[in-house]
Structures are given as C-alpha cells and as structure tokens.
C-alpha cells in the first residue's frame, strides 16, 4: 500500500492554476515535515516545497526561488491532507509531482529529497497551450 497519495494533477493553460493533494490513511501527516517534489523528464528530481511538523515546529514553510510567489503549501489537519495550491503556472512547470514526509522527530522543512522517507507515486501536471 502507497503511504502517500497525490491527486489533481492534469493539463492546464499556461497563466492557469491547479491544486495538488497529498492524503495518507495510515499516518498523521500533522507529525511530519511534508515536501512537494517534481521531475522533469530528463532532469534531477527538485523540491518545489514543503511544510514543518505542525506538532514540533509550528508548520513553517519554505519554497524553491522558481515557484516563490506562485505556489502555496497548506494543511487541512482535518482531512488529513497537505495542498499545493499552483498559480500562475507556467510551461516549466510541467513534471510529475511528489509529495513525501520525512517521519522523523523534529523533521522540519528542506528542500532536499534525502530528508523524507515517505513516497507517493505521483502525480502529473502538464502546463501547455
């Protein structure tokens, strides 16, 4: 079984937006710092953003310079989901994105891959006209 489950993927036109979810029925994603991931074909996997542990760290957020004041990571503690709300998107942002947790203690947010230890499989976002 999938830890992590991303959907809302799909096609969009450029200048458009999309709302990606990260949902888990087996762990409380509150716990953990939280990363979004995308790979390009062709490209090394890149952290796009993520979200501390709202237990220990409060949820502090961090965004990688090319989406900063594009994308916005939140919680709904309630659902048990992590949102990656996308504007402004742009053909370059086209790639499949990750969402991941890092199930350690005091896990706070970075930006690198090797922190997090929990997968989904993905989910893709095309930008094209």
């Known amino acids: 079984q999938v830890p992590l489950v991303e959907s809302g993927g799909g096609l969009v036109q450029p200048g458009g937006s999309l709302t990606l979810s990260c949902a888990a029925s087996q762990h409380t994603l509150d716990h953990y710092a939280i990363g979004w991931f995308r790979q390009a074909p062709g490209t090394e996997r890149e952290g796009v953003s993520c979200?501390?542990?709202?237990?220990?760290?409060?949820?502090?957020?961090s965004y990688a310079d090319a989406v900063k004041g594009r994308f916005i990571v939140t919680r709904d503690t309630a659902k048990n989901t992590v949102y990656l709300q996308m504007n402004s998107l742009k053909p370059e942002d086209t790639a499949i994105y990750f969402c991941a947790a890092n199930t350690g203690l005091f896990s706070t947010c970075v930006l690198s891959s090797a922190e997090y230890n929990l997968w989904g499989q993905g989910t893709q976002v095309t930008v094209s006209s």
């Open positions: 979200v501390s542990s709202v237990i220990l760290n409060s949820g502090g957020t």
